[in-house]
């Protein structure tokens, strides 16, 4: 065991011996070290280099606010984790860590020049000093400041571990499981109330773990501890989270846990998540989240060595480590005479204390004298020294006149600060509740709750442990009170040292005007007074402005650490008080939170629900290629053996045009309406009139919303008198759904009318092309299919390979064509045997590509490709299908505004190219006359294009200004390459008689 | 994540649920007697309210029914929550909405 450990003390395993490797150097810990404290019993202070001047950096806490410590901890090859904070990682048999940014050496380091040039390097540098030339910012100064810049490597490949999620409900959440947590929880789960306790740490307790001499109720507090943790284990409605960290306040008491299952095990179990993130609604919330202790602002406070007094504390009375030989004080708060009471104690030699206050008569300060500790107060810290380590400090005594006298210089190896403690309200912050400024303790604490959430003990500026105990207590009770749960209060009887966290805000006087040079208020990303007093000279007045300039409080530390005394700093040189500077937002995370939590099991195949037809697997087998089409995989193409695209869509078009093609259109939308208003309801809905379409007929039908805008369509079939069979596009059908739930609901709920979606009942096959009768003529019964009896637009029910059938006679290819609609668990069946009896007539099946190139040669819309949420009917040429006669529809106001019907309006035209081989883009832009300058006058834009195998040429439609009276008129289309000329055509390409319909 | 109270349901997750825009804005009865500005006022103008905000929400994963709620901007605490068709509660908004 190194000499810095301890013989005995602490609550640690000694007899557990862990063997761990730091930048490739094996040492050894014991079991409930951290990577901290296992790193300082074996003498090793200096871990990282700070961020932007490579200073050499050690431990300035021992827990999560430590802003120096970040290291890399690798697992094995596939897991490493970047910017981990070395207090908080759980000391495990074969831990791997590395020191970051640095280059070769943590002891070396060549990134240090920055040090030297940091005169150069002032807040804000990069804004003015790489101004010249201006071509070198994007190719020189950015990429070189970027390669410096940044800490830690982002892992390479996949995370391989699993995390889970869940959610809970409980009467009371308790955030904190210190001496104030623990006295809420006990309190809350004694009124028989639903309580869950978290912490972010590996052990219940707290400040507790750090204070082993005080008593409670008459028992050692480890003692006491034991009984309430045993205590509230025996309770069924008790809930304990250890490891767990409440690191988001949602609104309405929603808080997000983040629960490290497995990290701090050497091998842990490949069924474990590595993490489990909590969703909890909590009825009451009592924030339990303690008070983090402040380092001073002095010169040279940053050197390896130089710690908080309450971190000190900590590595010793937790974790059995003297983390020097010979230390200093500096103290601003009386929190800084208890460490050095325990450090004496533990055979550690005092050098002096240094108190910045004019007097020190506290009870801590009165026992730190009465064991003999000299204290020198109105006494500041001029200097330090020591490259890897701190070696002295220089004093200075602050005369009545206000200047500064230089004093001695002291020999020393550790230097531990207390700057008064600052209440972690970063929660209660997030729940959007005011912060109050306590002009006495010089911090912020809770004010007005904007949720149903009480804080308790340190984190609401409350000192001392019996007084936390008590409060603790109450808020508990008052927690359980607020959700119906009674109970009797609780009383304590302590003997501790009691010291107020009250401390001093800002930076320790020094001689001159000029603020010192490397005086560091924000340790992680190396801002310094002197940073602070630049940006309030450059008239930086808001301190979301400040932070901004000079990165204060950026990054993990969240201003943990420096909030408080940047405040103090920029007030001071301000001439204000501190709460007319304000506070920065506190936003979550409290403390960084993997992706992978937030992922949970949406990953891979769960990250996004796949839908696919009943015929899928039948398509598969065929060769098709998918395409996503909303969460839907719709067929593509069918290529056949070496087959590109090209080939298999004009192979494909062709068979449907001179033969047969069939087609899954299961995925259209589909919606039920029904009721004796559903005629009714349909006429106010769509823009078309549904009166008069008798029942087995079937129209198409245009919907727009009251704006005017054509917003979806589809084929609408009367199967009854009061039952409609609505058919909508693929990526509508839920919107159209919602729409016509809200209408009825809120502004027609007198109609009698109930609709159903039904998307997912019906399997669809469309069965196209000139032979398509003679293929589901011999399979189809109970129905005369004939053209007399089933003309174009018709529907009728009868059964296919016996299975009850609606049958369509649609076409959307603009050839002969039947729909077959079967309940959905028969599509594949159905479709399988489609083929088989399609197979003497050379059935042909096409995907999504081929159908649009076939209903582009009839000009037929699809709604979002021709359409973009500023077409009228008008403008895509469907004012035929428009109702005149009806005195209301969705849309009709508005399309008879006179804009709407105005000049220049983008009506739907045809492009021709005069080279029938050349295909224009879809989205290309249209001109009038050609070599046009930039910035061209835009008449329109391609909104279709393809590559019409029947018709031997490209074709294309295309939204153009006036487009209808522009008909044979030639226009442009630049391209990179030059123009392109193109004649405006009637939409339609192919068949415009429709002649073709009726075979 | 909100937890809204459906009139139908009971209390139930955010995520259940679909914000429909500001209630109590009716569709003209006779559209063709309103003129351009007014429809275009019922088509486009919100009061984008700071305060107490009366709003639409579907419970569209659950009963799929419409309802309004009155919900304050600032703090995202509901006021309450009515069936579509209902007056809001005057009691919960001092009257003013």
């Known amino acids: 065991m190194s000499q810095c450990r301890t013989e005995t003390g602490g609550r640690i395993d000694r007899s557990r011996k862990l063997s761990f490797t730091f930048d490739g150097v094996q040492l050894y810990g014991v079991q409930g070290d951290t990577l901290a404290s296992a790193l300082l019993a074996n003498g090793v202070h200096l871990v990282g280099r700070s961020f932007k001047y490579h200073r050499p950096r050690g431990f300035l806490g021992a827990g999560t606010e430590e802003p120096n410590a970040l290291v890399r901890v690798i697992r094995d090859s596939a897991r490493s984790t970047p910017n981990v904070r070395a207090t908080s990682v759980e000391l495990y048999d074969g831990l791997i860590a590395e020191s970051q940014n640095r280059w070769p050496s943590l002891k070396f380091d060549v990134g240090a020049i920055n040090d030297a040039l940091s005169p150069l390097l002032p807040a804000g540098f990069y804004y003015k000093t790489f101004m010249w030339p201006r071509s070198a910012w994007h190719k020189l100064y950015e990429p070189n400041i970027r390669a410096a810049a940044g800490l830690g490597r982002a892992p390479e490949g996949a995370d391989p571990d699993s995390y889970a999620q869940r959610f809970a409900h409980c009467d009371v959440l308790v955030i904190g499981a210190g001496p104030a947590g623990l006295a809420a929880a006990q309190t809350a789960a004694r009124t028989g109330a639903h309580v869950m306790l978290c912490d972010e740490q590996a052990e219940f307790g707290g400040s507790l773990l750090d204070d082993p001499e005080a008593l409670i109720d008459g028992q050692p507090s480890a003692q006491w501890l034991q009984g309430v943790i045993a205590d509230l284990k025996a309770r069924p409605n008790v809930t304990l989270l250890q490891r767990t960290t409440a690191f988001g306040y949602f609104p309405h008491n929603l808080i997000g846990l983040n629960e490290r299952v497995t990290e701090h095990l050497s091998a842990p179990h490949q069924n474990l998540p590595r993490e489990r993130l909590w969703q909890v609604r909590a009825t009451e919330v009592v924030l339990a989240t303690g008070a983090i202790e402040r380092p001073l602002v002095f010169p040279g406070n940053d050197r390896p060595g130089i710690m908080l007094a309450s971190a000190a504390r900590t590595y010793l009375n937790r974790y059995g480590v003297r983390v020097g030989k010979r230390a200093v004080i500096v103290a601003g708060c009386d929190a800084a005479y208890a460490a050095a009471l325990d450090l004496k104690a533990a055979g550690i030699t005092i050098a002096a204390i240094c108190d910045v206050r004019p007097s020190a008569d506290g009870p801590a300060a009165a026992r730190a004298r009465a064991a003999g500790l000299a204290i020198t107060t109105n006494t500041t810290i001029l200097g330090t020294r020591g490259r890897l380590r701190v070696q002295s400090v220089r004093l200075g005594h602050l005369e009545i006149s206000g200047s500064i006298r230089p004093g001695v210089t002291v020999a020393c190896d550790t230097v531990l600060m207390s700057g008064g403690y600052t209440p972690t309200v970063h929660l209660y912050s997030q729940s959007r509740g005011k912060l109050r400024f306590d002009s006495t303790s010089h911090v912020f604490v809770p004010g007005t709750s904007a949720e149903r959430e009480r804080s308790a003990g340190a984190c609401k500026g409350i000192d001392g442990l019996h007084a936390v105990l008590a409060d603790g207590a109450a808020q508990g009770l008052s927690a359980a009170a607020a959700t119906g749960f009674a109970g009797s209060p609780r009383h304590y009887t302590v003997v501790a040292t009691e010291t107020s966290g009250i401390g001093i805000p800002g930076a320790l006087p020094q001689p001159g005007k000029t603020p010192p040079a490397k005086a560091f208020v924000d340790f992680q990303n190396d801002v310094t007074s002197k940073d602070l007093a630049l940006a309030t000279r450059e008239g930086f007045e808001s301190i979301e402005h400040i932070k901004r300039f000079t990165t204060t409080g950026m990054a993990t530390d969240q201003g943990r650490t420096s909030g408080m005394n940047a405040l103090g700093i920029i007030a001071k040189d301000f001439g204000r008080e501190i709460p007319s500077i304000g506070l920065t937002t506190f936003r979550m995370p409290y403390t960084p939170t993997s992706f992978g939590i937030l992922a949970g099991y949406a990953r891979g195949d769960l990250f996004d629900p796949v839908r696919r037809t009943a015929a899928h697997d039948s398509a598969a087998a065929l060769g098709a290629v998918f395409e996503d089409v909303g969460m839907w995989k719709r067929a593509w193409y069918f290529p056949k053996s070496s087959e590109d695209m090209h080939a298999a869509v004009e192979r494909e078009c062709l068979a449907v045009r001179n033969g047969v093609g069939m087609f899954d259109a299961s995925t259209l939308g589909k919606i039920e309406v029904v009721g004796p208003d559903a005629a009714t309801f349909l006429n106010r809905f769509y823009v078309n009139n549904w009166a008069n379409l008798a029942v087995g007929r079937t129209r198409y039908g245009i919907l727009l919303r009251d704006d005017g805008f054509v917003y979806d369509d589809g084929v609408i079939a009367r199967i009854a008198d009061d039952r409609f069979h609505v058919t909508t596009t693929t990526g509508g059908a839920a919107r159209v759904f919602a729409l016509m739930e809200d209408y009825l609901q809120t502004e027609w709920p007198d109609l009698k009318v109930w609709i159903t979606s039904t998307t997912e009942q019906w399997s669809v096959v469309a069965v196209q092309g000139p032979r398509s009768r003679d293929v589901i003529a011999k399979l189809v019964t109970d129905i005369d299919i004939s053209h007399n009896a089933m003309p174009h637009m018709s529907v009728a029910n009868g059964r296919i390979c016996g299975i009850p059938m609606m049958l369509f006679r649609v076409s959307f290819t603009g050839e002969l064509g039947f729909e077959v609609n079967v309940p959905a668990h028969y599509g594949k069946a159905v479709w399988d045997a489609l083929y088989e009896a399609g197979r003497e007539f050379g059935i042909t099946p096409y995907g999504t590509e081929a159908m649009h190139v076939l209903r582009a040669e009839k000009g037929y819309i699809i709604v979002g490709q021709e359409t973009d949420g500023t077409a009228t009917p008008d403008d895509v040429g469907l004012t035929w299908a428009i109702g005149k006669t009806k005195p209301d529809f969705l849309g009709k106001r508005a399309i008879a505004r006179p804009a709407m019907t105005a000049t220049g309006r983008k009506q739907l035209v045809g492009l021709l190219t005069l080279d029938p081989q050349v295909q224009l883009e879809e989205g290309a832009q249209v001109i009038a006359t050609p070599k046009q300058p930039v910035p061209m006058t835009l008449i329109g834009h391609v909104t279709s294009s393809y590559m019409s195998s029947v018709l031997g040429h490209s074709i294309a439609l295309a939204m153009i200004k006036d487009g209808r009276a522009r008909i044979g008129e030639t226009l442009y289309v630049p391209m990179p390459d030059g123009d392109i000329p193109v004649k405006v055509t009637a939409p339609v390409f192919y068949d415009a008689e429709g002649v073709r319909l009726n075979g | ?97």
Not at chain 2, 48 to 72: I, P
Request: net charge positive.
């Open chain 2, 1 to 97: 994540m909100l937890v809204i109270q459906c009139p139908f349901c009971g209390p139930r997750p955010e995520l259940e649920f679909a914000h429909g825009g500001e209630a109590h804005i009716a569709r003209p009865s006779d559209p063709a007697s309103v003129t351009i500005e007014e429809w275009g006022a019922f088509l486009y103008l919100r009061k984008n309210t700071r305060g107490v905000h009366a709003e639409r929400w579907r419970h569209v994963r659950g009963c799929g029914r419409f309802f309004n709620a009155l919900r304050d901007t600032t703090t995202d605490q509901f006021i309450a929550t009515y069936k579509a068709g209902e007056a809001p509660p005057a009691s919960a908004t001092g009257g003013a909405v």
